[in-house]
């Protein structure tokens, strides 16, 4: 299993620009987020989905879109880029179970000039 | 105040110390609780979870305290390899949400 999985690894954007962050997963997991981490703030909950067709907002949604067309797959769409939108982006998942841990990617460090 | 509350550190310590982090988080309904370690730059990862009874592995310990609303991890015989950001996580229960603190930065020197 590659597990959860994440591209690009970097990327530097112009404000202004328009972008989508890949996330997969492979093990069959319903729930999938998305978090940015930004010094002294810890994770903050972007986006996340219980399932194939059903998205949620999180904490910080603003300026961000996500899909959930299948069950492996959740990408996060930053619509017109910011410099507040400078952070790291981790993608993760898990089972239904509320018990069990979260999967994350390796992240995707973002650069908005 | 926040949901989940870590003492953001750094602590210091030599090796061969133990050293004990608390954590404290403010919704009774919390079901589930966890210990994340995070490298710098890398992903977070599932340190061990932590179970009303208390728990261990290996020179870790982690315990519950649900009446005070706090858990604790202890590191015992810390290693160089112990440095890291340690994540406190909570999840209410019935809830979707994880709720992370904002970690506690430990360097272990030789």
């Known amino acids: 299993n590659a597990g959860v999985t994440q591209t690009p690894k970097f990327q530097v954007l112009k404000t202004g620009q328009s972008m989508t962050l890949q996330c997969a997963q492979d093990m069959n997991h319903e729930y999938m987020s998305w978090y940015r981490q930004d010094p002294g703030m810890g994770l903050r909950l972007i986006h996340y989905?219980?399932?194939?067709?059903?998205?949620d907002q999180g904490e910080v949604p603003n300026g961000y879109n996500v899909s959930r067309s299948t069950t492996e797959d959740f990408p996060l769409r930053l619509l017109s880029a910011a410099p507040s939108q400078t952070s790291v982006y981790f993608c993760?998942?898990?089972?239904?179970?509320?018990?069990?841990?979260?999967?994350f990617g390796p992240g995707t460090r973002l650069t908005v000039l | 105040r926040k949901e989940v509350e870590q003492d953001p550190g750094p602590f210091n310590v030599p090796e061969g110390a133990t050293v004990a982090f608390n954590c404290t988080y403010s919704n009774s309904a919390s079901q589930s609780f966890f210990w994340y370690r995070q490298d710098c730059r890398k992903e977070p990862k599932l340190l061990m979870s932590?179970?009303?009874s208390g728990n261990e592995d290996g020179r870790f310990t982690a315990q519950l305290n649900r009446a005070s609303q706090y858990i604790s991890l202890l590191i015992r015989d810390s290693k160089l390899s112990d440095s890291a950001t340690y994540l406190c996580v909570v999840r209410p229960t019935g809830g979707f949400k994880t709720i992370f603190g904002a970690g506690t930065r430990l360097f272990v020197k030789a």
């Open positions: 932590v179970y009303s």
């Open positions: 989905s219980v399932g194939a067709g059903i998205t």
């Open positions: 993760a998942s898990r089972t239904d179970r509320g018990t069990d841990t979260q999967y």
